[in-house]
């Protein structure tokens, strides 16, 4: 069992950034593949971004490719999702996911575990 517990949201006005973070309980965290996803009001949850097990792979949303980037730091148990040039259409609850695996997964249903959410706002 993973707990991922997430922080870091908030407001900022657009052009901003913010550096979400992900800790994640449990001794097996280097084996997970990790990812962020996003919901907005009246939207279905979307995928922001991915990382596989060792850190060395990454992908993203066209959406997003450029102004965010996802890294993680296994010794400490931690993905974090650094957002620069923020947008008001990027406002969300930012969700983090968590599945064992050493590539990486881009749907909803790939991952086992998930966070309780971030509020992101983006002001215009």
């Known amino acids: 069992q993973v707990q991922l517990v997430e922080s870091g949201g908030g407001l900022v006005q657009a052009g901003g950034s913010l550096r979400l973070s992900c800790a994640a309980s449990?001794?097996?965290?280097?084996?997970?593949?990790m990812g962020w996803f996003r919901q907005a009001p009246g939207k279905e949850r979307e995928f922001v971004a991915t990382?596989?097990?060792?850190?060395?792979?990454?992908d993203y949303a066209e959406s997003v490719k450029g102004r965010f980037t996802i890294s993680r730091d296994n010794a400490k148990n931690t993905v974090y999702m650094q957002m620069n040039s923020l947008r008001p259409e990027d406002t969300a609850v930012y969700y983090c996911a968590a599945r064992a695996g050493g590539v990486l997964y881009y749907t909803r249903d790939s991952y086992y575990y998930w966070g309780q959410g971030t509020q992101v706002t983006v002001s215009s």
């Open positions: 449990g001794r097996t965290f280097s084996s997970y593949a």
């Open positions: 990382i596989n097990n060792s850190g060395r792979n990454t």
